[in-house]
């Protein structure tokens, strides 16, 4: 990316005008006086999702009832959702699903890789993975018991290879998340996947923080599995279902232990004996969550008609603006940078050390910036290409500057923790 | 319960003008030419519901992003829902929390109590069981091996005492529905949890077809865990979040595998090793649903002030007029009633047998009246005292008779099987 010389405001007002994707901003409804630097972590609400949720609840839940499941369709949603996910993905139909939360998904494909694997018992992460993943292993190593499956963690950083060299026979399953949830930092994919495979090794992404910020190819990269969350760039809303892939060459070889009857192959004969559904059906658990599962549906639509390659273009442009505007603010030297700055090793978001973060944060939220804290001292900033603008880029970083400059962020109101998210 | 001695129009109309449960009606949207005997599948809209949707997607995802996780309470709704539901399972507070689905629910609790009984490896249950119920027991079992977890299965009925002769010292886990999804039997829960104590088996309810429909107490009858459905009789929406009831002896020793964040002691503190929330908090998994936990936390309002008692004694009273005027009509002599007659040993429906079960119920909800049917050869009708009224009852009856009089339900548009839920 080449080093924008001038980011004054017309710059970034140009940038906007000749932004392909500008008018994606007003399928969102957007507060007034709000920068919203936070959709790594929730997504802002497309128009639609709330006209989709006002129909589900007005025209079908309340007036046709249980017929719905059939006349609006219902008992497909979490197919028709997991075909809108797979193209985000990479990944050609038939495998993709959407169910459940993430870390629930991340069981069931836990369980299935190391049943896939005998004679092996580690799953390798990275110790800064984000906990719920590394939960999900010790809740499964907790119950088949440490002499079946135990975590791995290494330190891994840009510079030490230290998951590559963990990487060997010994280990069953490597699970990763693509883009790291504090620093930003993004793996990858492809030459990650190629080395496990080659020592035998079973790969899961966890997508949650880069399925619809960039471009990912889970086909072309030979992914076994992965699973991925509904509400960050998906807009999907609070608490949204999540989704899971798994590669169609395993399906038939699967056995994931969460056999509700929505995974049955037959779930309206009522049988005794389970017998799983072919295809990526397998993965269904209970009864999909169709008011929640039908907003995230509607939401999705936002990404009809879109180039993911001008959503990751944009991305790193919006991002490199704010870094750059940041680095041109002598009061804000105190400010360090934790994402690595080349493109190919960050997501779409930016992570900052600093000793007063979450003041800051709180400083910036009540100027109308939205930002996020991390413990123990990581000011985050996301950047959502379909509804940031260049010059909401520059307005931050203005207040940021000021809030650093005068100090305000040293209000006592500031410095007790009290956000929970 | 008497035998009314003429179940005329003016009596039935009589019986809803004396209903304490009458206004409640009003509380739901219910559709034109409707009669909706189909709550125990999926309950009727209480109007609080959509306005309560509204309110989540256009006044607080929208407007407040994700500042809405503090300032609308999101963080807390899980336990706020679950405390809702408690009175109506008799539960003293701490002891219930609203999350995932039903069977979700129902893999944490059999993971539990099968870690809580070493040397015992069998799950007792009954072959007619929500099939569910009984997949997740086999899910179990291909995790941990058939060594470690067998399903053991009875047929049980009113007359033959199978479940009670099966529940030994052998057993480490019974695993029974409250009220039959087919048939509509009701199991009690006091007399089959003190027997399954006395052996030492621990006891697990799943109340999805009798929470809300009656009233239930886990804490007098010392019930070790439940599991329950939150779209049936709490009418909390199409796969509304379900519930779960871990009795508070039982807290500190309890080790559920799907250990996600949310059922960390910190989960903000990003931690890398897992510690499990004290109290009922520990079976959170993932981020909470809360456009669809919100939907059911306004739904449960429609249970303010209603004594479980009155609800009851409808619920027997509108399924014994039912009954009655089935008996009255010489047309309807081949509808097999399989519900056992007495209050006791019945839920809040009732089941038919008959040859032609699948077109008469095409023929019923072609004609408004919604019932359901269960594969091979039963209609379902369940009588949720919150919505339904006497009248409608004759009214159902009449419809059904004239159909069967008739013989409309020959008509071959209803004879293929195509309704999936």
């Given at each position: 990316?080449?080093?924008?010389?001038d980011l004054t405001k017309t710059t970034l007002a140009l940038l906007d005008a000749?932004?392909?994707?500008?008018?994606?901003?007003?399928?969102?409804?957007?507060?007034?006086?709000?920068?919203?630097?936070?959709?790594?972590?929730?997504?802002?609400?497309?128009?639609?999702?709330?006209?989709?949720?006002?129909?589900?609840?007005?025209?079908?839940?309340?007036?046709?009832?249980?017929?719905?499941?059939?006349?609006?369709?219902?008992?497909?949603?979490?197919?028709?959702?997991?075909?809108?996910?797979?193209?985000?993905?990479?990944?050609?139909?038939?495998?993709?699903?959407?169910?459940?939360?993430?870390?629930?998904?991340?069981?069931?494909?836990?369980?299935?890789?190391?049943?896939?694997?005998?004679?092996?018992?580690?799953?390798?992460?990275?110790?800064?993975?984000?906990?719920?993943?590394?939960?999900?292993?010790?809740?499964?190593?907790?119950?088949?018991?440490?002499?079946?499956?135990?975590?791995?963690?290494?330190?891994?950083?840009?510079?030490?290879?230290?998951?590559?060299?963990?990487?060997?026979?010994?280990?069953?399953?490597?699970?990763?998340?693509?883009?790291?949830?504090?620093?930003?930092?993004?793996?990858?994919?492809?030459?990650?996947?190629?080395?496990?495979?080659?020592?035998?090794?079973?790969?899961?992404?966890?997508?949650?923080?880069?399925?619809?910020?960039?471009?990912?190819?889970?086909?072309?990269?030979?992914?076994?599995?992965?699973?991925?969350?509904?509400?960050?760039?998906?807009?999907?809303?609070?608490?949204?279902?999540?989704?899971?892939?798994?590669?169609?060459?395993?399906?038939?070889?699967?056995?994931?232990?969460?056999?509700?009857?929505?995974?049955?192959?037959?779930?309206?004969?009522?049988?005794?004996?389970?017998?799983?559904?072919?295809?990526?059906?397998?993965?269904?658990?209970?009864?999909?969550?169709?008011?929640?599962?039908?907003?995230?549906?509607?939401?999705?639509?936002?990404?009809?008609?879109?180039?993911?390659?001008?959503?990751?273009?944009?991305?790193?442009?919006?991002?490199?603006c704010?870094?750059?505007l940041?680095?041109?603010?002598?009061?804000?030297?105190?400010?360090?940078?934790?994402?690595?700055?080349?493109?190919?090793?960050?997501?779409?978001?930016?992570?900052?050390?600093?000793?007063?973060?979450?003041?800051?944060?709180?400083?910036?939220?009540?100027?109308?910036?939205?930002?996020?804290?991390?413990?123990?001292?990581?000011?985050?900033?996301?950047?959502?290409?379909?509804?940031?603008r260049y010059v909401d880029i520059g307005t931050a970083v203005t207040?940021?500057?000021?809030?650093?400059?005068?100090?305000?962020?040293?209000?006592?109101?500031?410095?007790?923790?009290?956000?929970?998210?």
């Amino acid at each position: 990316m080449t080093m924008l010389p001038d980011l004054t405001k017309t710059t970034l007002a140009l940038l906007d005008a000749t932004d392909p994707l500008a008018s994606k901003r007003d399928a969102f409804f957007l507060p007034d006086n709000t920068l919203y630097l936070d959709g790594n972590s929730l997504g802002a609400m497309p128009r639609v999702a709330a006209l989709r949720a006002h129909q589900v609840l007005n025209e079908q839940w309340s007036r046709d009832l249980i017929k719905s499941w059939n006349s609006h369709q219902w008992i497909d949603l979490p197919h028709k959702v997991g075909e809108k996910i797979a193209p985000l993905l990479g990944a050609a139909p038939g495998q993709v699903i959407c169910c459940d939360s993430t870390s629930v998904n991340l069981f069931k494909i836990l369980s299935c890789a190391m049943l896939m694997q005998p004679g092996r018992t580690k799953i390798l992460s990275q110790a800064g993975n984000f906990p719920t993943d590394l939960y999900m292993v010790q809740g499964l190593a907790s119950l088949l018991g440490e002499q079946y499956c135990q975590l791995v963690l290494v330190d891994d950083s840009p510079d030490n290879h230290a998951l590559e060299q963990a990487i060997t026979t010994e280990i069953a399953v490597l699970l990763l998340t693509q883009v790291d949830f504090r620093s930003g930092r993004l793996l990858d994919i492809q030459r990650l996947t190629q080395r496990a495979h080659e020592q035998g090794v079973l790969v899961i992404w966890d997508l949650a923080h880069s399925a619809g910020a960039l471009p990912i190819e889970l086909d072309a990269c030979h992914v076994d599995f992965a699973v991925g969350c509904g509400y960050k760039y998906l807009n999907g809303g609070p608490g949204a279902p999540a989704f899971l892939y798994a590669a169609t060459r395993h399906h038939d070889r699967l056995t994931q232990p969460l056999t509700g009857w929505m995974g049955h192959n037959a779930p309206f004969s009522f049988a005794t004996d389970y017998q799983k559904a072919p295809g990526i059906a397998q993965f269904l658990t209970g009864t999909p969550a169709i008011i929640a599962m039908s907003v995230l549906d509607a939401a999705l639509t936002v990404f009809d008609n879109i180039d993911m390659q001008q959503v990751r273009y944009k991305s790193l442009a919006l991002s490199h603006c704010f870094h750059h505007l940041v680095t041109m603010q002598p009061c804000l030297a105190d400010l360090q940078l934790i994402t690595p700055l080349q493109p190919s090793a960050r997501g779409s978001q930016l992570a900052y050390q600093h000793p007063h973060a979450y003041a800051l944060c709180q400083a910036l939220i009540q100027r109308g910036v939205i930002a996020d804290f991390r413990a123990p001292n990581i000011l985050r900033l996301g950047f959502t290409p379909l509804y940031l603008r260049y010059v909401d880029i520059g307005t931050a970083v203005t207040i940021l500057a000021n809030i650093v400059s005068s100090q305000e962020y040293l209000k006592p109101e500031y410095a007790v923790q009290q956000k929970v998210t």
